[in-house]
């Protein structure tokens, strides 16, 4: 079974633009999570989807935003980047929406300038 | 959810057991004990979780102390591929979604 697949796997982009990525959960999966991982924060959680529906939300401004396709398959949205999203995104797929065990993806490095 | 304290960093022989502790003194009744681990580069992994029975798995056990307010982590015959961050997460299971909180984990050096 082929594992969380995220594109791009690396990113560079201007302050000011915005970015989307794309995360493809494991097969049968129906949850997916995003996390932002950054030398000062560490691991953050920033929002989870289920079964097309919003579930949980980190604390992260409104610019950053998500979405969850029928086929569950998933996209997060930074707008007006700025240096500060700098960082390692990470998507985590589960079957159910109470599942022990997540699978990560290997993350998108973004890199703003 | 509660929060974890685990040390900083650790250092382990190559092939001798490496037991990493945490800290959850505010842990609730529902909360569970997670342990995922990071290998440079890589997304976190997931490794054992427990309630309050000691468990073990192809990859490690986990030791709940009695009254629940700390946990260790014991990779019985660790490995230079076993060097990663680790990190103790204590979370309840049901209605509560699947959002994890790392703490900033304990990085394990284990060394030949």
């Known amino acids: 079974k082929a594992g969380v697949t995220q594109t791009p796997r690396y990113l560079i982009k201007t302050r000011g633009q915005q970015v989307t990525l794309s995360c493809s959960p494991i097969s049968g999966h129906r949850s997916v999570s995003w996390y932002q991982q950054t030398p000062g924060q560490g691991l953050q959680f920033l929002f989870e989807y289920f079964s097309e529906t919003q579930r949980n939300k980190g604390n992260f401004p409104g610019r950053f935003s998500g979405r969850q396709f029928s086929n569950s398959r998933s996209e997060m949205n930074v707008s007006t980047l700025e240096l500060g999203d700098s960082a390692l995104y990470l998507c985590a797929s589960s079957f159910t929406g109470n599942s022990y065990e997540q699978y990560f993806g290997p993350g998108t490095r973004l890199t703003v300038t | 959810d509660a929060k974890t304290t685990q040390p900083p960093s650790m250092d382990c022989a190559e092939g001798r057991a490496a037991n990493l502790p945490c800290n959850h003194s505010t842990i609730s009744g529902n909360e569970y004990v997670y342990w995922y681990r990071q290998i440079h580069s890589q997304g976190p992994q997931y490794i054992i979780h427990g309630l309050k029975n000691n468990e073990t798995n192809e990859m490690a056990s986990l030791i709940i102390t009695e009254d629940r307010k700390s946990s260790t982590l014991i990779l019985p015959h660790a490995t230079l591929r076993d060097t990663a961050v680790y990190y103790c997460?204590?979370?309840?299971?049901?209605?509560?979604?699947?959002?994890?909180?790392f703490g900033g984990g304990t990085r394990l050096m284990v060394k030949p």
């Open positions: 997460i204590v979370r309840v299971l049901i209605n509560a979604g699947n959002m994890l909180t």
